[in-house]
């Protein structure tokens, strides 16, 4: 089993800037792609920004130039810098990890979220 343990919501004014951290732990052999996805109120859950083991990021064209992924492999750990932040990113931000386990059996998990609510 993984546990992702995710830190750094908060409520921030408009044009503010905040820090999440995702830390993955348990039984991991490695880790492919590690992200975050976004669900605000009566909205779906989406992609705001994805990184892969092998360097390529993929970000969410609402987030592109503001918001920033990075990640310590040491650590197991993801990070989204996000910046020059909008009312219309506040959402429950979720980490996600695809996970290979030792026994080489691949699963996808999900944190249990971390609210970002951005003020005008």
């Known amino acids: 089993q993984v546990q992702l343990a995710e830190s750094g919501g908060g409520l921030v004014q408009a044009g503010g800037s905040l820090r999440l951290s995702c830390a993955a732990s348990?039984?991991?052999?490695?880790?492919?792609?590690m992200g975050w996805y976004r669900q605000a109120p009566g909205k779906q859950r989406e992609l705001v920004a994805m990184?892969?083991?092998?360097?390529?990021?993929n970000y969410a064209d609402s987030v592109k130039g503001r918001f920033s992924i990075s990640r310590d492999n040491a650590k197991n750990t993801v990070y989204l810098q996000m910046n020059s932040l909008k009312p219309e990113d506040t959402a429950v931000y979720y980490c996600?990890?695809?996970?290979?386990?030792?026994?080489?059996?691949?699963?996808?998990?999900w944190g249990q979220g971390t609210q970002v609510t951005v003020s005008s």
């Open positions: 996600n990890s695809g996970v290979v386990h030792h026994s080489g059996r691949y699963s996808y998990y």
């Open positions: 348990g039984s991991i052999y490695s880790i492919n792609a």
């Open positions: 990184l892969a083991s092998s360097g390529n990021t």
